[in-house]
């Protein structure tokens, strides 16, 4: 993949930016990098907080051969990138499905991927924030996140960045090989303290699923065995972890 990037001091997100530039053509590698988001966005609707140069806010425009039922491994594969790119700066993280990168418990990093249509076909737009300093975080994430300087040590949202390009073109080469979605699978579950044997509870459809996970599905879907061993196969949304009462 031949990586290009463009670095914004501000931007409204790095995600929007990059369906803009692949709906007017931008070739697979495309990365837009900001220091400041002032639309930041996660998952389900909720945003991220983006204040300047306190993490590293990036998007990569991919246009994956990938069969579209192995599109969700892409998350996973970013979620592997991610986590080599912590350990690579010193650090031990954990992916919690589908998207979150934890540190001691906290979350250190979210993974958005939008799907876009393009005039050359989809797009996939891969977006990754991770946290470089809390300072300015508001009080309701103190608890629940944490930031790489936090961890102890210092670095720059540049230095994780150019880190970060090096594992995802490494894994997302692999994701595109042959076998490569069984290869994703297998780096995600040595990564993963959720892949199975954890106590979770989700919910699907307003209904709250309680369970052990018990792997993933061939397009990552996660596997939760309830209480009375019926299995629910969870293809998207949130998981906690539940402690053993
Ligand atoms: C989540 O955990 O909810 C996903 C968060 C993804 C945040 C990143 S920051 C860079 C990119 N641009 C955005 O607007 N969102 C993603």
Redesign the pocket.
């Known amino acids: 993949m031949n990586i290009t990037q463009i670095n914004y001091d501000v931007i409204d ?4 930016e990059a369906i803009r530039q692949a709906k007017l053509g931008a070739a697979e590698g495309l990365c837009i990098v900001a220091r400041r ?1 002032t ?6 609707g ?1 945003s ?1 907080v ?1 204040e300047k140069d306190s ?1 590293l ?3 990569i425009i991919l246009r994956p051969e990938l069969d579209p039922f192995f599109l969700p491994l892409i998350t996973l594969m970013a979620g592997v990138a991610v986590h080599d790119t912590l350990v690579e700066v010193g650090l031990k993280p954990d992916i919690k499905w589908v ?2 990168v934890h540190v001691g418990g906290k ?1 250190i990093s ?3 991927a939008e799907a876009v249509d393009t005039p050359t076909g989809m797009a996939v737009v891969l ?3 991770i946290n470089v300093r809390t300072g300015q975080f508001p009080s309701e994430l103190a608890d629940i996140a944490t930031s790489i300087e936090a961890e102890g040590i210092g670095t720059t949202p540049q230095e994780m960045a150019a880190v970060l390009i090096k594992y995802l073109g490494y894994f997302y080469e692999i994701l595109d090989s042959r076998d490569g979605p069984a290869a994703i699978r297998e780096e995600w579950r040595k990564r993963s303290s959720y892949h199975s044997g954890k106590l979770v509870r989700t919910t699907v459809d307003r209904e709250a699923i309680e369970g052990t996970t018990d792997g993933i599905e061939t397009n990552g879907a996660l596997r939760i065995i309830d209480s009375v061993g019926v299995l629910h196969v969870i293809q998207a949304g949130d998981v906690e972890q539940l402690r053993a009462k």
């Open positions: 997100s790095t995600n929007a988001q639309a930041g966005r996660g998952r389900q909720r991220w983006s993490g806010f990036f998007s998207n979150d979350k979210g993974i958005l977006g990754i924030g």
